[in-house]
């Protein structure tokens, strides 16, 4: 049975098959590359369009993280981009200088992190991690898994917490994911230093490739601990801890604990970062994923059934495949804008690419 690490791997991604020879000579190719973090999801989106909405539409995506991914969409080498990271920076510029206009990010569904492990003995979400441990764990603070301040969180299973060291396991690319998880550790943990980004200098640890690579990296190891998407410790049946959020309560990942993290006004370029939600029942570590478009597409066709197929991701058929593989659902306000900014992009035959 294949996995999801083999779904998901670095080679680039074919989604969709053409079920209609006549429609094979109107086959409209569109390329994206990106966050990992996005993968399952945009996947799903595209292979049930092009069986059920367009067979003339394929989608290929490269999951190779939002670093890679927003250096393509710089690069003009793929139609779209998706990141949890949105454009700052020198990337931002370096868009602006090429293109002449800011890139067009449009949230398509929001996301939580967990901190997946593997721990002999212990199931999923048996194991509880305070603020101060986890930020422990990733400062290298806390290097054993018998350490008596886990011990002290977890009574009802510090008899079976084992004996063995603690093997952190971070991303070892560029990755909206990890830009998601350091800005919520830079604002908990008071000795972070390495700031936030989507790299970062990691204290310690071993580092792997996408979230692929995290979650074969922790289920390979028994000791390991890293932090990966939802719905790749979901698919993977990895177990996962439960954390303590900013009011002080032990919350384990729910689409309702997440969907209440991302309640928030989002502004007008779309860039909402909830590094530490508030509410008593939030999930503390929630984020958006960005699709990252052009103003200016060359082709009026590809355009076209782009646009189709990002409107269909919003609508019910789209929605239902968010909600089952636990991402979370834009509200119908932030559809209406999204909708508004895709009619908004135009044709231009000279368009830089």
């Known amino acids: 049975?294949?996995?999801?690490?083999?779904?998901?791997?670095?080679?680039?991604?074919?989604v969709g098959f053409l079920t209609a020879t006549s429609a094979q000579a109107q086959t409209v190719q569109i390329s994206g590359a990106g966050a990992t973090f996005a993968a399952p999801l945009l996947q799903r989106w595209f292979d049930a369009y092009n069986r059920t909405v367009d067979p003339t539409v394929q989608v290929s995506y490269q999951s190779v993280g939002s670093g890679a991914g927003l250096e393509q969409v710089i690069n003009g080498t793929v139609d779209f981009g998706a990141s949890e990271a949105p454009f700052s920076g020198a990337r931002l510029e370096s868009f602006r200088a090429k293109y002449g206009y800011d890139p067009l990010q449009l949230p398509l569904a929001g996301g939580a992190i967990e901190f997946a492990y593997n721990l002999p003995g212990i199931e999923d979400g048996e194991l509880i991690l305070k603020r101060k441990t986890y930020c422990g764990i990733v400062t290298g603070e806390i290097t054993r898994w018998d350490d008596i301040r886990i011990k002290a969180e977890n009574p009802g299973i510090a008899n079976k917490l084992p004996p063995l060291d603690i093997t952190w396991v971070h991303r070892s690319d560029g990755s909206g994911t990890t830009f998601v998880f350091t800005n919520h550790i830079r604002t908990v943990c008071p000795n972070w230093t390495a700031g936030a980004g989507t790299s970062v200098e990691w204290p310690v640890g071993i580092g792997a490739q996408g979230n692929e690579g995290v979650a074969a990296t922790i289920k390979q190891e028994p000791g390991a601990i890293g932090y990966v998407n939802q719905s790749y410790a979901k698919l993977e049946k990895m177990a996962t801890a439960r954390l303590e959020n900013k009011a002080g309560n032990i919350v384990e990942f729910s689409t309702e604990a997440a969907t209440s993290a991302l309640d928030a006004p989002i502004p007008d370029d779309f860039a909402l970062l909830v590094p530490d939600p508030e509410g008593p029942n939030d999930y503390p570590i929630v984020g958006l994923f960005w699709v990252m478009l052009y103003r200016e597409y060359p082709d009026q066709q590809k355009l076209t059934k782009l646009v189709e197929a990002l409107k269909w991701t919003q609508g019910p058929e789209g929605q239902a495949i968010?909600?089952?593989?636990?991402?979370?659902?834009?509200?119908?306000?932030?559809?209406q804008r999204i909708f508004a900014e895709l009619d908004s992009i135009t044709v231009n035959p000279n368009a830089v690419r």
């Open 1 to 14: 049975m294949r996995t999801l690490l083999s779904a998901f791997s670095l080679t680039a991604l074919t």
């Open 322 to 335: 968010t909600k089952e593989l636990d991402y979370i659902p834009m509200p119908e306000a932030v559809i």
